[in-house]
C-alpha cells in the first residue's frame, strides 16, 4: 500500500520557471492537502480540496494554482517561480470523520 | 478560531528519562487533537490522537498524550526516551463544528535524546 506518493522529490528552477507537484492516493480518501514547510515557520497550507471537484485556498495560495484531477490526484502549479518558493512542499490526505493525516514524503523545491 | 502552540522550539532529554513536549491549544469547541512525528528528510507520521473518551491517548512507539480540557493542553509524554525518538514533533488541532476541513499545526518542537 503505497499511501501518498509525490513526484518530484527534487527540483531546481530558475525565477521565472513553471512547474507542477504531483500528488496520488491511493487509499480512497476525500480530502487532500498541500502544505509547505520553512524552517521556524512549521506547515502553512496553501491549498486544500475537501471533496473531488472542490478546491479551496488556505494560508498562502499567493503564487500557486491547483487542480483536484480526481479522487486520487491533486497537483500543485506554481506559474511563475520565486525564490521565496524555495520551500518544502508536502501532500496530505484524510479519510472522512475525526481522521488524522497521511502525508507523503515531501518535495524539495529550489529557486534561483 | 483555531490555534496551537508549543512554546519550545527544544527539548533536550537522556536517554532513558521521561520526556514531555507541550502543547497548547484554542478551539471555540470541543477539538481534535493529534500529535505527528517528522524523522529527517521524512514527512509527518501520525502518532495519536484525541477526539472524545478517556483523556489519556495511548499511540504509537510508546508515547501517550493527555487532554486537559481546564488547562486546553494535549501534552506529549514517553515514560523512557530513546535516542531514535529524536525528531521533530508537531502538535495540530482541529475544530470539527460546520464540518470544517482543515487542521492547524503548531510550529514543532526538536526533540533531541542525548545518549
Known amino acids: 500500500n503505497a499511501g501518498v506518493t509525490q513526484t518530484p522529490k527534487f527540483q531546481v528552477l530558475k525565477t521565472g520557471q513553471s512547474m507542477t507537484l504531483q500528488c496520488a492516493q491511493d487509499m480512497n480518501h476525500n480530502s487532500m492537502y498541500w502544505y509547505r514547510q520553512d524552517p521556524g515557520m512549521g506547515l502553512r497550507l496553501i491549498y486544500y480540496?475537501?471533496?473531488?471537484?472542490?478546491?479551496d485556498k488556505g494560508e498562502v495560495p499567493n503564487g500557486y494554482n491547483v487542480s483536484r484531477l480526481n479522487k486520487r490526484e491533486f497537483s500543485l502549479r506554481l506559474e511563475s517561480a520565486a525564490p521565496s518558493q524555495t520551500s518544502v512542499y508536502f501532500c496530505a490526505s484524510r479519510e472522512q470523520g475525526a481522521g488524522e493525516l497521511f502525508f507523503g514524503e515531501g518535495s524539495r523545491l529550489t529557486v534561483l | 478560531a483555531q490555534s496551537v502552540a508549543q512554546p519550545e522550539d527544544q527539548v533536550n532529554v537522556a536517554e532513558g528519562n521521561p520526556l514531555t513536549v507541550k502543547c497548547t491549544y484554542s478551539?471555540?469547541?470541543?477539538?481534535?487533537l493529534f500529535w505527528y512525528v517528522q524523522y529527517p528528510n521524512r514527512g509527518l507520521q501520525f502518532l495519536l490522537k484525541?477526539?472524545?473518551?478517556?483523556?489519556l491517548v495511548k499511540g504509537s512507539y510508546g508515547f501517550e498524550a493527555e487532554f486537559n480540557k481546564s488547562q486546553t493542553s494535549f501534552h506529549l509524554k514517553k515514560p523512557s526516551a530513546l535516542v531514535s525518538d529524536s525528531a521533530l514533533y508537531f502538535c495540530?488541532?482541529?475544530?470539527?463544528?460546520?464540518?470544517?476541513?482543515?487542521?492547524?499545526f503548531g510550529r514543532g518542537t526538536s526533540l533531541i535524546v542525548h545518549p
Open positions: 478551539v471555540s469547541g470541543n477539538p481534535y
Open positions: 484525541y477526539i472524545t473518551g478517556d483523556n
Open positions: 480540496s475537501a471533496s473531488e471537484g472542490t478546491t
Open positions: 495540530a488541532v482541529r475544530d470539527p463544528r460546520g464540518g470544517s476541513y482543515i487542521p492547524t
